[in-house]
T-cell receptor, first 111, second 113 residues
Framework: AQSVTQLDSHVSVSEGTPVLLRCNYSSSYSPSLFWYVQHPNKGLQLLLKYTSAATLVKGINGFEAEFKKSETSFHLTKPSAHMSDAAEYFCVLGGYQKVTFGTGTKLQVIP | EAQVTQNPRYLITVTGKKLTVTCSQNMNHEYMSWYRQDPGLGLRQIYYSMNVEVTDKGDVPEGYKVSRKEKRNFPLILESPSPNQTSLYFC????????????FGSGTRLTVV
């Protein structure tokens, strides 16, 4: 069985400070991992995906994620938060037939 | 533009009245799936389809039906909706070439009274 754990349900940062959203996974197979963002009353947008070609993955809007197999983690980071980053973020473990979502992390950005 | 289109965006209905939420994608994706999103529970998979005429249950299939007669369409059917099916529903599509990353529709907010 595969699973995804987002370690924080809420994260609050000040504008201009770094963002760290944590995600751990469990999978019997080589994982495909994704981060999605959902702004209020909107659908889900793909931020980035891990393709196994590189452990550090760059996404849209300045976000990055690093795949660490030894720690079974895929944490999402951004050097400097912007007000427009306030949203809910989902870590997703993909694969043939089965896709598993984390329960989401709500990011609050304080002016 | 590559997209997944869901209709309607909002729907209020009464208990027991059959309804269908449509989903269509224009990317020739083999894989399509339905999810419901509820506060505190995240997204849970209802049904998925690996290709035309191939469908299978996800984690929460009770009370739902699907069909995949054409590659581009994957409607979600609620034969007898109940209030516990009030939720936000998302359709998504993908393909092996996308490493199973999904493209999502904009969502359907369903209220059953």
């Amino acid at each position: 069985a595969q699973s995804v754990t987002q370690l924080d349900s809420h994260v609050s940062v000040s504008e201009g400070t770094p963002v760290l959203l944590r995600c751990n996974y469990s999978s019997s197979y080589s994982p495909s991992l994704f981060w999605y963002v959902q702004h209020p009353n909107k659908g889900l947008q793909l931020l980035l995906k891990y393709t196994s070609a590189a452990t550090l993955v760059k996404g849209i809007n300045g976000f990055e994620a690093e795949f660490k197999k030894s720690e079974t983690s895929f944490h999402l980071t951004k050097p400097s938060a912007h007000m427009s980053d306030a949203a809910e973020y989902f870590c997703v473990l993909g694969g043939y037939q089965k896709v598993t979502f984390g329960t989401g992390t709500k990011l609050q950005v304080i002016p | 533009e590559a997209q997944v289109t869901q209709n309607p965006r909002y729907l209020i209905t009464v208990t027991g009245k059959k309804l269908t939420v449509t989903c269509s994608q224009n990317m020739n994706h083999e894989y399509m799936s339905w999810y419901r999103q509820d506060p505190g529970l995240g997204l849970r998979q209802i049904y998925y389809s690996m290709n035309v005429e191939v469908t299978d249950k996800g984690d929460v299939p009770e009370g739902y039906k699907v069909s995949r007669k054409e590659k581009r369409n994957f409607p979600l059917i609620l034969e007898s909706p109940s209030p516990n099916q009030t939720s936000l529903y998302f359709c998504a599509s993908s393909s092996p070439g996308q490493l199973w990353g999904y493209t999502f529709g904009s969502g359907t907010r369903l209220t059953v009274v």
